[in-house]
């Protein structure tokens, strides 16, 4: 469980604070997807689950614990794979045997199956590796630490097409009903649904917090030839072929959640999608 409330954060030298009021709770089960706009504050979000940023005022516990007094028992059960990261000039499997300790859960079978996954060998040099193969060490030791809570920050940026498939197979197969997945990315297709729910972060707040479950009730994501008129329509966008077009889910449509464009329409009108996940109070009169 990661629970926020009424989270308050600014740098130094900051004249707004990035956050104000945030509020979030995380269940374990779901992999996450933390969307939002550059600036929006997403890694600073995932510094401070992760004790590495200090909130100024609010409430922030993950499984229990202050993430920032940095407790042993706490930092046992969360791995960050950070969008960028130093590593030590050891190869794989010296990284292995000096951090897995650390992981009372880790799996070295499970390691190996992810390192053979992405045609990776232990005895290799990290320093050896390329860009997108030091990415993908990463995400194979952090699935295997089996910590409760896995942190991921644009985890398929430097990873080719083939990888970026193997990856959500990995990811898809790997996480118990006890752990929770945060990831935060801009490359939204990379993940295809594997994101569920859906979290997109804006001024310093939420403004959108559903499961894709949710999301398909209420809204109905089509393909024309020709967008609506635009008062039947939530949002539209030109794509190949013609217009992806959100409308209200009234017909009780089967439709595939569009990530990319859900996310383009709450950006748009926030108040008006979220609405239509706000229960209707029944008119008795």
Known sequence: MVRITELQFAYRGQKNPLFTGLN????????????????AGKTSLLKMVTGLLFPELGELQVLGHQPG??????????????????????????????????????????????????????STPLQQLSYGQKKKAQLAF????????????????????????????????????????????????????????????????????????????????????QAREPEGVLHAERVAGGFLVMTENELEQESIVDIEVLFNAVMESPARIQSLFTEKVPNHE
């Open 69 to 122: 007094k940095r407790h042993p028992a706490f930092l046992q059960e969360i791995y960050f794979v950070a969008e960028e990261s130093s590593l030590p000039a050891i190869s794989i499997a010296s990284f292995q045997k000096q951090q897995a300790p650390f992981y009372p859960r880790f799996s070295e079978a499970a390691f190996v199956k992810y390192l053979d996954t992405f045609d990776l060998t232990a």
């Open 142 to 225: 952090a699935m295997a630490t089996n910590a409760k809570v896995l942190i991921f920050d644009e985890p398929t940026n430097g990873l080719d097409i083939p990888s970026k498939s193997q990856f959500r197979k990995l990811l898809a197969g790997s996480i118990d009903e006890d752990q929770i997945y945060l990831i935060s990315t801009h490359q939204v297709r990379d993940l295809g649904n594997l994101m569920d729910p859906i979290v997109i972060l804006d001024g310093g707040k939420i403004l959108f917090h559903q499961s894709q479950e949710a999301i398909a009730q209420r809204i109905c994501f089509e393909l024309m030839q």
């Open 24 to 39: 979030l709770d995380l269940e374990p089960g779901n992999i996450y997807g933390l969307l939002g706009r550059n600036g």
